[in-house]
């Protein structure tokens, strides 16, 4: 549909509410003379996976968007975590009351479209030619599935290392550690007096961002295995299990999400002077920690490579032509450079567009938070997603045996790497 038929398509809407969850119409306010207002706008549903304030700035943009026009009307709704808000979004497909727009974690969009539930935005981009060259080369390609452009970047992250600079100021360590080597010996310098030198959750995201910096592929070539059954993928586990025979390393405590708080919460109450998280969380580390927080790679082994995560922003199919015209306009509008600036400098997530670097606003973004040009150099070695229907799955196997590894002494990182390999091959018979 090209983008000038958008405003006649709206204005021509029924009366009568849309079937759908993520859609209807809505009645305009009375005119001021009591009649009704000529015009009525269209609302879709808009589901997200944010919360705290991350969720609250998500909610502004959106009713921000609002107030810039005056034919659509995007409802935000909260669906919990990522992985809370897949399940649900499985469960309105089956039921045919998906929301147009969502933000989806970028690991599940291999699942979503390849059972046609996406719709390919390539038709709005070709009928207004919309400039795509815009968004970062590394942050795009995780948009394509199967040469069809099933999302837009957003909410995108990649894991970093946090450290605590007045520990390691008082150690007398002048820069965070950039090889495993210097990651241990750092570690020992800063384990003392109940703090660890080093936390991370036993996250398959972690891992992978390990073993890629190992050298390693999450799947080979011909995608038909895992492309680290070699020392890639065991000298992770040997790393964190020597750090944690020598007591420099904490293992947080919980599964998933739960993980992850835990881990920055020993950050931010100081018995932990060095974590992997993601670059998401910068802003809200530094509004915590009550101590000056520094940002760095993930040290690195052989290679500089990262798995980037976090989530895009997509169109589910089944909507009317007019639901689908009015989602292609939100997503542009949360993606444009100003926004994706906003975005980016209140939350930590990566900026999405290469014209948000050369923008004023960005340039005294990073002036006043030096940590967040750390995190923007490293976008560049964000490797190419995949996005295979056997990717969550392949997750999963990851971190079970990478979990059993490392909390059971007698199986090794030959026998969880195998393992691995062998439940993945299975995957893909």
Known sequence: ?????????????????????????????????????????????????????????????????????????????QQGSYTEASTKMQAALAAGEAPVVAQMEIGSLGVFADSGQLVDLQKYVDAENFDLDDFMPGLLDASYYDGALIALPHSRSLPVLYYNKDQFAAAGVENPPETWDELKETAKALTGDGVYGYSCPLDQWYYTSLMMNAGGTIYNEDETGIGFNNESGTAPLYLWKDMIAEGTMHVPSGQDYNSSEAC????????????MQSSAQLKGLEQTCDFEVGVAAIPMLTDRAYPAGGSNLMMFAGHSEEEEAAGWEFLKFMTNTENAITWANGTGYLPVRQSCTEQDSYKQMVEEDPNLQVIT?????????????EYAETKDIITNEMQKCILEDNYTPEEAVQSMADQVAELFQ
């Open 377 to 389: 150099d490293n976008v560049q070695y964000c490797a190419e997603a995949t996005f295979i229907p």
């Open 264 to 275: 920055r919460n020993v950050f931010a109450a100081g018995t932990a002077s060095m974590i």
């Open 1 to 77: 549909m090209k983008k000038k038929t958008l405003a006649m398509l709206l204005a021509g809407i029924a009366i009568l509410a849309l079937p759908g969850c993520g859609s209807g119409a809505e009645e305009s306010a009375p005119a001021a003379d009591g009649s009704e207002a000529a015009d009525e706008k269209i609302e879709i549903e808009f589901w997200h996976c944010m919360g705290s304030s991350n969720g609250e700035l998500i909610e502004q943009l959106t009713e921000a968007f609002n107030e810039s026009q005056d034919k659509i009307y995007v409802k935000a709704v």
